[in-house]
């Protein structure tokens, strides 16, 4: 009897434990090692320590003062030679590319052209091939893109860069775009959480203070965003809002704009403001309806009752109330709104791009994962300091998203 008795007791501690199994796996496979692949990937690059390691080896103990000796050339043109064979030499073009740009193409074409040269004096024979290879800055590229483990996409995700004495300084002036697209997604954000506040709350109020059968269309009407596909929405805001679009139009057949001077609505920063906030929206009024309707309407009449006017019971009674809703909204929109892609891409055009567009042309344009990784990594810690800034200042417990 004891046996069983501890066996069951046994049972039911796992049963718990092997039904929240599924979700630890499904967590693990989804979010921890995709993050831990990017925090990899964002330090990790060893195209070019793979390819070149013996001439790394020699050029460990190089002044790079003056240009290397000759066996650092005679040992990269055997590992050149060798990158061709084995189709490598694309990759590890690209990555020194990255730090001294125009030199893309000079391995391929050294490479190529080592196999009819003079073997007899390496050096001059690779300079003649391309005079680059005379040039003191290709080799410190070579030696900078031959560490595999690097902060040096951190430093560029933050326009910065290491300069010759190894000290840490800003890219130059043409170069500095991070921090103009860190702080135009912020701004974007806040602002799209602003609108969505000031537009969301009289919406949710209504919804509360209808009957219930107005009450369930006017939640489906805020609900068809979420059962419809995020690209015809922003394409929709496409027709409505260019120069030919819908809303010109109107204003155009109203009187309040001539037809040789339409808005400028898309392909800007107000396009991308104006769609990411219908598309937000719901989020924002979803919190705020499930905290309205856990108020009692009696705190207003009571409130009215001893002498309050309409705007003291609300200012003074009921949306302190709310707050919980406003707190979840706000954070919910503004978090998602800082990682948001699709439409500023659509719909914002030069004007309106986000560091999240900055990441998808890394990953598909340029193939610059690991500088990709990098963004990624910042931005992630961007919205962790946001969460726990609202913890400390609101607290999440306080939250009530339903």
């Not at 030069?350 to 567009?357: D, M, P, R, T, V």
């Amino acid at each position: 009897m004891n046996r069983r008795r501890q066996g069951r007791r046994l049972l039911r501690r796992f049963i718990p434990v092997g039904l929240a199994l599924p979700l630890v796996a499904f967590v693990l496979v989804t979010f921890v090692i995709p993050l831990a692949t990017m925090v990899v990937q964002s330090v990790h690059d060893p195209e070019v320590a793979d390819a070149f390691p013996r001439t790394l080896a020699l050029l460990a103990d190089w002044e790079d003062s003056a240009l290397p000796s000759p066996d650092v050339y005679e040992a990269m043109a055997a590992e050149l030679v060798l990158s061709r064979e084995n189709r490598s030499i694309g990759k590890v073009a690209t990555r020194v590319n990255r730090i001294e740009s125009g030199t893309r193409s000079v391995f391929a074409k050294t490479a190529r052209r080592l196999e009819s040269a003079d073997t007899s004096d390496m050096p001059a024979s690779m300079i003649q091939i391309d005079r680059r290879w005379g040039d003191v800055s290709l080799w410190r590229a070579i030696v900078k893109a031959g560490q595999r483990y690097t902060a040096r996409h951190y430093l560029q995700s933050i326009d910065l860069e290491r300069g010759l004495d190894g000290e840490i300084q800003l890219v130059s002036e043409e170069r500095r775009i991070y921090k103009t697209l860190y702080l135009r997604t912020v701004y974007v954000s806040f602002a799209v959480t602003v609108s969505c506040f000031l537009i969301g709350y009289p919406i949710a109020f209504a919804i509360t203070s209808v009957s219930d059968s107005l009450a369930k269309i006017l939640l489906v009407i805020v609900l068809v965003p979420f059962w419809t596909s995020l690209l015809v929405r922003t394409t929709s805001w496409l027709v409505l809002l260019q120069n030919q679009g819908v809303i010109n139009d109107i204003l155009v057949w109203i009187g309040l704009v001539d037809d040789g001077s339409r808005l400028a609505l898309v392909h800007n920063m107000t396009g991308t403001l104006i769609a990411m906030t219908h598309v937000l929206l719901p989020f924002m009024i979803l919190p705020l309806y499930a905290v309205m309707r856990s108020i009692p309407p009696v705190y207003m009449r009571a409130a009215a009752s001893l002498g309050a006017n309409p705007f003291q019971a609300f200012a003074r009674v009921y949306f302190p109330q709310s707050l919980p809703g406003v707190s979840a909204g706000c954070l919910l929109v503004f978090i998602l709104s800082l990682g948001y892609y699709i439409t500023p891409a659509l719909v914002g055009g030069a004007k309106g791009q986000l560091i999240s567009n900055m990441i998808a042309y890394h990953i598909q344009t340029s193939l610059n994962w690991g500088l990709a990784a990098a963004i990624s990594v910042v931005v992630l810690v961007g919205v962790f300091v946001c969460y726990f800034l609202f913890d400390r200042w609101v607290g999440i417990d306080k939250l009530k998203l339903g």
